[in-house]
């Protein structure tokens, strides 16, 4: 089975703070990708990577910035959180069309 | 760029009734896939389609992909409380990027 982990379920942030979202997957997918969902907007693509060192914008991407430097691990900062940042963070990664998503961390920014 | 708009929001139905959640997308797409996401968890891949016209069953759920490849549904016969989530759709152009509808919540009444 794919599994995808991220790293928290849960956190709380203060504004300003720099915040590190962590994404491994264990089945040498090429592919990897960071959603946000909130309610009525559905999943709102903010990076994706195609391959080690290799990122591309999504439909979001201000406010936030990747990391790939292996390929198994996929990392969201925000370099200084924001209270419209708050939300739930997805990870995503794929070999072909089809994704599997982590578990999903749940952002709070005070 | 492209927009995938997923109507109804929310559907409210009792045990036993039939639901239906419709797809549509601004542009042409490559294939379109369906996710389910249950209260609590993440979006679990159902299905992809590929072809113009396509249909495709799992038991209880049928998917249909559009003529023109620009729209897609989602029919469920005889709802049973598992079926409880938020249904996506999820466009594919052709580049490998996913820009997904804003979802339906399904909630079946026992």
């Known amino acids: 089975d794919v599994k995808v982990t991220q790293s928290s379920r849960y956190l709380v942030k203060r504004t300003g703070e720099k915040v590190f979202l962590e994404c491994v997957q264990d089945m040498d997918h090429e592919n990897m990708f960071w959603y946000r969902q909130d309610p009525g907007l559905g999943l709102r693509l903010i990076y994706f990577?195609?391959?080690?060192?290799?990122?591309e914008k999504g439909d979001i991407p201000e406010g936030y910035s990747v990391s790939r430097e292996k390929k198994e691990r996929f990392s969201l900062i925000l370099e200084s959180a924001s209270t419209n940042q708050t939300s739930m963070y997805l990870c995503?990664?794929?070999?072909?069309?089809?994704?599997?998503f982590g578990a999903g961390t749940r952002l709070s920014v005070l | 760029g492209q927009q995938v708009m997923q109507i109804p929001q929310y559907q409210h139905v009792q045990e036993g009734e039939d639901f239906t959640t419709y797809c549509n997308s601004s542009?042409?797409?490559?294939?379109i896939q369906w996710y389910k996401q249950r209260p609590g968890g993440h979006p679990v891949f159902l299905i992809q389609?590929?072809?113009?016209?396509e249909v495709k069953k799992q038991k209880r759920l049928t998917f249909q992909f559009g003529e023109a490849k620009k729209n897609s549904s989602l029919h469920i016969t005889a709802t049973q409380t598992t079926d409880v989530g938020t249904y996506f759709c999820?466009?594919?152009?052709?580049?490998?990027?996913?820009?997904f509808g804003q979802g339906t919540i399904l909630t079946v009444h026992p």
């Open positions: 999820a466009g594919e152009p052709g580049y490998g990027k996913l820009t």
């Open positions: 995503a990664s794929s070999s072909t069309d089809i994704q599997y």
């Open positions: 542009t042409t797409l490559s294939n």
């Open positions: 990577s195609y391959d080690v060192k290799m990122k």
């Open positions: 389609l590929v072809k113009s016209g």
